[in-house]
């Protein structure tokens, strides 16, 4: 999912090889707190744990 994303220039990657992205979490912090609206509720589905399992805490 989160490789739709990048594929759609929705999050900003700091390095990509091949399919691997190098995400940073602020970037990402700040996508998941202002999304584009059109994913909204597909980010308000997304289970919260996993979320801060990939970012770390979004405190």
Do not use: C
């Amino acid at each position: 999912m989160l490789w739709s994303w990048v594929k759609k220039g929705w999050i900003r990657t700091s390095r990509s090889s091949g399919r691997y992205h190098q995400i940073k979490s602020k970037d990402l912090k700040q996508f998941l707190q202002n999304p584009p609206q059109r994913i909204k509720n597909r980010i308000a589905a997304i289970d919260k744990e996993k979320i801060e399992y990939l970012v770390g805490s979004l405190g």
